[in-house]
T-cell receptor
Framework: EAGVVQSPRYKIIEKKQPVAFWCNPI?????LYWYRQNLGQGPELLIR????????DSQLPKDRFSAERLKGVDSTLKIQPAELGDSAVYLC???????????FGAGTRLSVL | QKEVEQNSGPLSVPEGAIASLNCTYS??????FFWYRQYSGKSPELIMS????GDKEDGRFTAQLNKASQYVSLLIRDSQPSDSATYLC?????????????FGAGTRLAVHP
């Protein structure tokens, strides 16, 4: 069974540019999470989806970040415009249901120059 | 007070020894507790989950939970160099009005031959 798939693995952009990350969760997993992990820190939740509904986006900086999960399967996280402080690893995770064990993708390492 | 606290380490142990990793959390109502292992440059992978007080053993790993003391630990017996990684404690708790999985900053474990 395929795990959580994320792309791209790495992205280098200049500040003020837009960037998008894509995630395909494990088949049949209804809950999808986007996390941001800064160096030396644990992952921090940005947004949680139950099927296609964003049920917790309280930590998402809504002035520049947006996310969507059309059809309740794969998801896209966008940053526009990117700032230097957005440099981090963006992790996608999925679980069969809310608060079941979460499985993480390989992540996207973003560098904003 | 951080919601989930871990000693950042590094915790250095000789090969074959027992490594003891500790974690405290702030929410007395927390019900689910997880240990993830993260190798450098990789994504977190689940090692153990524990939901009730006491010990849970899986191979060389033992998770211990004490809800009264708000404390969860991970013991690794017969430590191997391949166990060298950062270990993330994660706890489901209520934060900002939402239940979410909160990660500690991780403890870096170094097992030397």
């Amino acid at each position: 069974e395929a795990g959580v798939v994320q792309s791209p693995r790495y992205k280098i952009i200049e500040k003020k540019q837009p960037v998008a990350f894509w995630c395909n969760p494990i088949s049949g997993h209804n809950t999808l999470y986007w996390y941001r992990q800064n160096l030396g820190q644990g992952p921090e939740l940005l947004i949680r989806y139950e099927n296609e509904e964003a049920v917790d986006d309280s930590q998402l900086p809504k002035d520049r970040f947006s996310a969507e999960r059309l059809k309740g399967v794969d998801s896209t996280l966008k940053i526009q415009p990117a700032e230097l402080g957005d440099s981090a690893v963006y992790l996608c995770a999925s679980s069969p249901g809310t608060w079941d064990i979460q499985y993480f993708g390989a992540g996207t390492r973003l560098s904003v120059l | 007070q951080k919601e989930v606290e871990q000693n950042s380490g590094p915790l250095s142990v000789p090969e074959g020894a027992i490594a003891s990793l500790n974690c405290t959390y702030s929410d007395r109502g927390s019900q689910s507790f997880f240990w993830y292992r993260q190798y450098s440059g990789k994504s977190p992978e689940l090692i153990m989950s524990i939901y009730s007080n006491g010990d849970k053993e899986d191979g060389r790993f033992t998770a211990q939970l004490n809800k009264a003391s708000q404390y969860v630990s991970l013991l690794i017996r017969d430590s191997q160099p391949s166990d060298s990684a950062t270990y993330l404690c994660a706890v489901t708790l209520n934060s900002g009005g939402y239940n979410k999985l909160i990660f500690g900053a991780g403890t870096r474990l170094a097992v030397h031959p």
